[in-house]
């Protein structure tokens, strides 16, 4: 088992920052690949970006060069820099950890960005 606390949420104008965090507790060994994901309104989740145990990463393109990816092993966190935020990135995001046979889930925080 492994829960995920998030945290960092918030509203912000366009052209902003925000970091969120991802704080894992439990069987922090099995998680393969860390991820944050976001829903907006009337639409599917998305991959936002995500991070392996190797520290490979991968982005959605729409948020290439303005959202950053990032861990740290000694406290057991994640982290999603997004910086240049807009109205279009508004949603509820939501951290993951992928320990291959299952797929844990934070309980969400909303970013709302407005214009």
């Known amino acids: 088992q492994v829960q995920l606390v998030e945290s960092g949420g918030g509203l912000v104008q366009a052209g902003g920052s925000l970091r969120l965090s991802c704080a894992a507790s439990?069987?922090?060994?099995?998680?393969?690949?860390m991820g944050w994901y976001r829903q907006a309104p009337g639409k599917q989740r998305e991959l936002v970006a995500s991070?392996?145990?190797?520290?490979?990463?991968d982005y959605a393109d729409s948020v290439k060069g303005r959202f950053t990816i990032s861990r740290d092993d000694f406290t057991n966190t994640w982290y999603l820099q997004m910086n240049s935020l807009k109205p279009e990135d508004t949603g509820v995001y939501s951290c993951?950890?992928?320990?291959?046979?299952?797929?844990?889930w934070g309980q969400g925080t909303q970013v709302t960005v407005s214009s």
């Open positions: 993951s950890a992928d320990c291959g046979l299952s797929v844990y």
């Open positions: 439990g069987s922090i060994f099995s998680i393969n690949v």
């Open positions: 991070i392996t145990s190797g520290s490979s990463t």
